[in-house]
Each structure stands twice: as C-alpha cells, then as structure tokens.
C-alpha cells in the first residue's frame, strides 16, 4: 500500500513539473554553467601541481572555463549541442594550451566542460 502511494506522489509531482514549465532560460544555465566550472577549475589549480598559483592564474582558469560554460550553452550550430559544446570547449581552451604547455589536461577540461554545459543546455535550457 505505501509502494501505492509513493507512485502516486511521483505522478502528482511529475504532472506538476510538467504543468508549470521548469526549464531554465539558457543565458542563466549558461551563466550557472561558467560559474560552476571556472570554480571547479580554479580549485583544479589552487590543489594541482601547477608550481604558480598567483592570483592571475587563478583568475585566467576561472574565467577561461567561465567563457567555455556561457558560450558552449548559448552557442547555436547545427549538429548535436554537446558536439557544439565540445568545439567552443576546443577553441576557448587551445590558447591557453598553447600557453601553459600542458596539452591534455587543459584541452581535456575543456572538451568536457564545453559538452556538458551543451548537453545541460539542451536538455533543460529553452
């Protein structure tokens, strides 16, 4: 009887979700998005082997990802938006590759973080 019951809270809060439309404008993911990965990024330097931790560094990680989040979220191309995503995570990150000499770890962060802010936009942007 309570399995019953507990089924019927997940249909009552499902028909509710879809009532009122809970997607979230995709500026506003895509500015969640850069946030959550430039700080995610930055903490990457402030704990990794990286021997300079100045403050420009952290702010040249932050903002970098910061960039990768909003645009991979609002960028309109036509193919698959976590294929979009990934490409601006590509090109946002190559400079500073280039940069820093660090190749997979920079470039790797930035196809990952640039395909999910595109698939998050995707799925729960409109």
């Not at 990150?93 to 999910?116: C, E, Q, R, V, W």
């Amino acid at each position: 009887m309570i399995l019953w019951e507990n089924e019927k809270l997940v249909e009552f809060v499902i028909q509710r979700a879809m009532r009122y439309n809970l997607a979230m404008n995709r500026v506003i993911w895509g500015i969640l998005c850069g946030i959550a990965f430039g700080l995610l990024d930055a903490a990457m330097v402030v704990f990794g082997k990286h021997p300079d931790k100045s403050l420009a560094m952290l702010l040249q990680a932050f903002f970098s990802r910061f960039a990768i989040g909003f645009l991979a979220a609002n960028v309109s191309l036509r193919i698959h938006p976590a294929i979009s995503g990934a490409l601006v995570g590509l090109l946002i990150s190559l400079p500073d590759a280039f940069a820093m000499k660090s190749y997979a770890g920079i470039l790797g962060t930035g196809l990952l973080f640039g395909a999910l802010a595109g698939w998050a936009a995707k799925t729960w942007g409109r």
